[in-house]
């Protein structure tokens, strides 16, 4: 049986955080992902929640509710690290998560597509070009962060690569759809922001007060088509 690579390390005295690596990998997402969601089928007393990142996942929890329930450890941390080092012995105690795939829809106008002449232009394309090369493909979201609903998503074609602005904007409208390397994210609120911005959606990232809030999470698929609206 194969043996899984990772390390465990605390942060603070209420989280840790489990790292299969550090690149950027379907593959080691996969394994983030895949640990998410077994802690969320069979949870541990104390837990508060789990995070995935691009190839980690950190686990939130209540230090009095696990020092309670597992008095054999000396901390807390030692009790939720021999939880994930027992799920992780056997990689076949992880179901494999079935991805979501959600269509959407950017609008590539002028008006929106704020910088597409610079992508366009600094990867020797049209806009057109840069457009059908961005709309072709299918993206992964890795994590969410930055800000609630934020998705970073990848990796885009290095045909239409583009690198952050030099000088972020103060305001990028909300719904706007940007690129920042081999990454591509949709900004959920108005905010600050440096990513290449071409185009925008009016497809709602985040939505308050229900049980799920973020439309999109680590794992899912993305596919982007152009669209007037």
Do not use: H
Not at 33 to 41: C, P, S
Not at 64 to 73: A, D, G, I, T
Not at 89 to 107: C, G, H, M, T
């Amino acid at each position: 049986m194969k043996t899984e690579t990772f390390k465990i390390f605390p942060l603070g005295i209420d989280a840790l955080s489990v790292e299969f690596g550090n690149e950027i990998s379907f593959r080691l997402n996969d394994k983030a992902v895949n640990l998410a969601e077994y802690f969320k089928e069979k949870r541990f007393a104390g837990l508060i929640e789990t995070v995935p990142a691009y190839a980690s996942l950190t686990v939130f929890f209540d230090v009095f509710k696990v020092r309670k329930n597992f008095p054999e450890f000396a901390t807390a941390f030692e009790a939720v690290k021999n939880l994930i080092e027992n799920s992780l012995q056997n990689s076949a105690k992880l179901r494999k998560s079935k991805p979501r795939l959600i269509e959407i829809p950017v609008n590539f106008s002028k008006e929106f597509a704020l910088d597409l002449d610079f992508v366009a232009a600094q990867n020797n394309l049209t806009k057109e070009q840069a457009v059908e090369i961005f709309t072709e493909k299918t993206y992964r979201v890795f994590m969410l962060g930055f800000m609630p609903a934020f998705a970073y998503m990848g990796e885009v074609d290095e045909r239409i690569a583009a690198p952050r602005k030099q000088t972020p904007r103060l305001i990028v409208p909300k719904g706007s759809v940007g690129i920042a390397g081999r990454q591509t994210g949709i900004y959920p609120f108005d905010s600050p922001g440096g990513w290449q911005i071409i185009g925008r959606t009016d497809f709602e990232l985040f939505t308050p007060r229900i049980e799920n809030p973020c439309a999109l999470k680590a794992g899912d698929l993305v596919k982007f088509y152009a669209s007037d609206k």
